[in-house]
């Protein structure tokens, strides 16, 4: 597993009978996890005095009660600032299991840049900013795709706080698969792409995107965007059921031109209460070793 366990601001406490207790910096939440099957007693005093529990409705969706939480907040990681707020289907705007692969691709971009190559990356469906400016801040030039214009304003809002409010980051919003297109018939390439899809959504002009369709597809049109030269690819998901030999499989097939290392696990992050890790979905991670092998 790849396990986020170098967080500060925040921790997974414990987790049972659905739901998982959070520390998010000075708060606490509860939150529904659909993977947390098992029921186990509920010592911590703060299942009982948390800031904030999200409520899943039978019904589905849910609503939030609140007990004594700001309108926003902030945590920070390795330098960077995000701003989290309680909205709609139990989000606050950041995923935290996603810090392990920040920090492995952080680790390939810094390595690039210390032989005085330029890096430019492409982060698609790229929500309010953790991977663009963990790319940014480690030296690569990003283009910043979400079909949310509210998620880019914050993620622009992130960037600010953390220092990057020049760094260069295009935002752009737009359905990502009609930007990809497009940048293909530009001609423009990257070096590094990373997406991040949700397993359902819509684009802003209501077009349906479907992981288990469409994920495909997508790896298909930008390995067309790749340069001569590029440096890694990186798939995460969500879908409960899509295991990450599925990554692996896919980006094998579709990066099959290229001398490649590739690898696939669950991402995770530890649970104190126990220390187990919980599984908060599936990593493909693609290592470029050099140039085109055959056409």
Not at 69 to 83: A, R, V
Not at 183 to 195: H, L, Q
Request: net charge neutral; proline share 6%.
């Amino acid at each position: 597993m790849y396990l986020a366990d170098g967080w500060k601001d925040y921790e997974i406490l414990d987790c049972s009978a659905g739901e998982k207790l959070e520390r998010w910096k000075n708060y606490t939440l509860v939150r529904p996890d659909p993977q947390v099957i098992w029921s186990t007693p509920k010592k911590l005093p703060q299942w009982k005095h948390p800031n904030a529990h999200y409520h899943r409705s039978h019904k589905g969706g849910g609503q939030w009660e609140f007990f004594d939480l700001p309108e926003q907040w902030s945590i920070s990681y390795n330098g960077l600032t995000f701003h989290l707020k309680p909205f709609k289907f139990k989000h606050t705007g950041l995923f935290p299991e996603q810090a392990v692969n920040w920090d492995w691709f952080g680790g390939l971009i810094r390595d690039a840049r210390s032989q005085g190559r330029q890096v430019k990356v492409l982060n698609l469906f790229a929500y309010t900013g953790g991977a663009t400016l963990s790319a940014a801040k480690a030296g690569a030039s990003v283009t910043h795709v979400d079909a949310s214009k509210g998620m880019t304003t914050w993620a622009r809002e992130n960037a600010i706080s953390s220092g990057l409010g020049d760094a260069p980051i295009r935002w752009i919003v737009d359905d990502c698969v009609k930007f990809v297109e497009r940048e293909i018939r530009r001609g423009k390439t990257y070096d590094a792409i990373i997406m991040d899809p949700p397993s359902y959504g819509r684009g802003p002009k209501g077009e349906i995107w479907k992981i288990e369709d469409q994920i495909h597809p997508l790896v298909h049109l930008c390995s067309q965007l790749l340069s001569d030269d590029p440096l890694f690819f990186l798939i995460n998901s969500y879908t409960t059921g899509l295991a990450p030999s599925v990554l692996k499989y896919l980006l094998g097939v579709e990066l099959a031109s290229y001398h490649t290392q590739i690898e696939a696990d669950e991402v995770g992050l530890p649970v104190t209460s126990t220390g187990l890790a919980l599984p908060c979905g599936s990593a493909g991670r693609c290592v470029f070793l050099g140039q085109k092998t055959h056409l």
